[in-house]
């Protein structure tokens, strides 16, 4: 039975509110089906979904019709016949038995019977989208009353299918948005890692965090080219113990990958990887992303994802071209990283020879010829039958000998002084600098201002105070060889958390752009590089100021003497 025109206006508003507020499609179609049946009468609803050209029907949708009745009709009408007739012409159509209808075609077999007919378009933004269809009135054929009901309902549901689409769409944009948004934090991160911390497993370690997270896998594993092999070096997610692990790049998909240069989406990894991902420390991994990570026209490793999301869905093309793009980035980094870890590697290789250089030429100049010196006093010695001067000679020998164990003693504390161990860096560098008066007659004046630990018992990191020693010691030997200076200035001082050290001279000075051979700066920035601090050198008719400032790291080491850290004020080395 219809309703009432109040009861019938109210019901319609009803529908119109509750639709237009619904933002999910399939939620709003089913409403629109389901309203529609409940204020005509009808037994059965259905909207038919236009294509793309608006030529048929792409998408079917059904109430009133069971499961086994839509099974036993089989493929969902397209758009022919009567249904064919409101594409063509999309305004409403109202008819008492369509099978009178001239376009019918008549019912599949396990169709139901319809009689009674009712379609009306419904035009999203004036364009076709689709079309709402009735049937089987109860009680008879439909009605004016019927039709205006199911065209007001077309108008709302295109006003919500409008609202939906929108709303999916900026959804998905924005979805877009924020997957662009992490891709960019992800290359900046790995930027600013290359920037701040270039040690090539802190790098590969940030690069495995953000890549997994990135397009949401449950595990990532980084593989470096090694020769002929692809090896794990760092993961994330749910990883256990394949550091070191190995894969030969002729006989694997990861190795094909690398090769090729072209990323591969595995649906089933078992079948696919050829290798079980127990290999890769994943358990249990049912899906994979492989991506070549592409550095100047050559790949450098892979990034191997497995199973997105906790149910291990397949990943997609977008999640592909999302970690092809960061991949290029960590690529650069990783490469960047193995570039300073080769210069490293040779500096400090270059340093050590210039090292050893140093100490042969001192062993050399002084030892070796105090030594050949004494054999042949000795020796001259021995040929003449004379006890007066043998002993005078061996009298001379020991005061040679004593004096050769002062300069290996002196070489020796150069090499690794006992007092940095011992007494610590105010000590050490204080033995430094008299040694340096006593030898050159060098004046020093020295303020060493170190912060007094709470119980006497912690230090300065030890390699921080081995790289501050050198640094004084290195720049004290430019000053007695290259400076001419008469005076020199050394000051270590705690500030805002920084050590800072200062060594000036009041010598002839030099160019530090054009200079540098003899006189150790390339070591020197090295060093201090690598305790991750910054140097700088200013030199004129003045004389030179050396300055350095590193980040303050201390250790507890209960050594004796630890104490001597407390503040030292400046005096005269004399």
Partial sequence: MAPTDDLWLRRLLDVGRALVTELDLDTVLERVLETA????????????????????????????????????????????????????????????????????????????????????????????????????????????????????????????????????????RRRELEKAVRGLEATRDVAVAIGGEIALEHVLELIAKRGRALIGARSLVIMLREREDLVVHASAGHVRGSHG????????????????????????????????????????????????????????????????????????????????TFAASAATAVALAQSVMADRLRSAQAAADAERGHWARELHDETLQGLGGLRLLLSAALRRDDPELAQEAMREAVQRIEQEIENLRAIITDLRPAALDELGLAA????????????????????????????GVERLDEELETAVYRLVQEALTNVVKHARASLARVAVRESDGELLIEVKDDGAGFDPLTVDKGFGLAGM?????????????????????????????????????????????PRRSA
């Fill in 428 to 455: 050490a560098i204080e033995s430094l600098l008299d040694r340096h008066h006593e030898r050159s007659g060098l004046e020093v004046e020295h303020e060493i201002s170190l912060a007094r630990a709470t119980g």
């Fill in 525 to 569: 920035k090295e060093r201090v590089g690598l305790a991750g601090g910054t140097l700088s050198v200013a030199s004129g008719e003045g004389g030179t100021l050396l300055t350095a400032r590193l980040p303050i790291r201390r250790g507890a080491r209960g050594e004796p003497g630890a104490s001597a850290q407390a503040p030292i004020s």
């Fill in 37 to 172: 049946r409940e204020l005509t009468g009808a037994r059965y609803a259905a909207l038919g979904v236009l294509n793309d050209r608006r030529t048929e029907l792409a998408q079917f949708l059904t109430s009133g019709i069971g499961a086994e009745t839509r099974r036993a009709i089989g493929d969902l009408p397209r758009g022919r016949g009567v249904l064919g007739v409101l594409i063509e012409h999309p305004e409403p159509l109202r008819l008492p038995d369509v099978g009178l209808h001239p376009r019918s075609y008549g019912f599949p077999v396990g169709h139901p019977p319809m009689s009674s007919f009712l379609g009306v378009p419904v035009l999203v933004r004036g364009e076709a989208w689709g079309n709402l269809y009735l049937a089987e009135k109860q009680g008879g054929a439909f009605t004016e009353q019927d039709e205006q009901t199911a065209v007001i309902l077309a108008d709302w549901a295109a006003v919500a299918i409008n609202n939906a689409r929108l709303f999916e769409t900026s959804e998905l």
């Fill in 245 to 324: 692990a190995r894969l030969p790049i002729s006989d694997s998909i990861s190795g094909q990958v690398l090769e090729r240069g072209r990323a591969e989406r595995v649906v089933d990894v078992g079948a696919r990887l050829g290798i079980a991902p127990e290999e890769f420390g994943v358990r249990d991994a049912q899906t994979a992303l492989l991506v070549p990570m592409l550095y100047r026209g050559g790949a450098v490793g892979v990034l191997a994802a497995f199973d997105r999301g906790e149910d291990a869905d397949t990943f997609s093309e977008d999640d592909e071209q999302t970690l092809r």
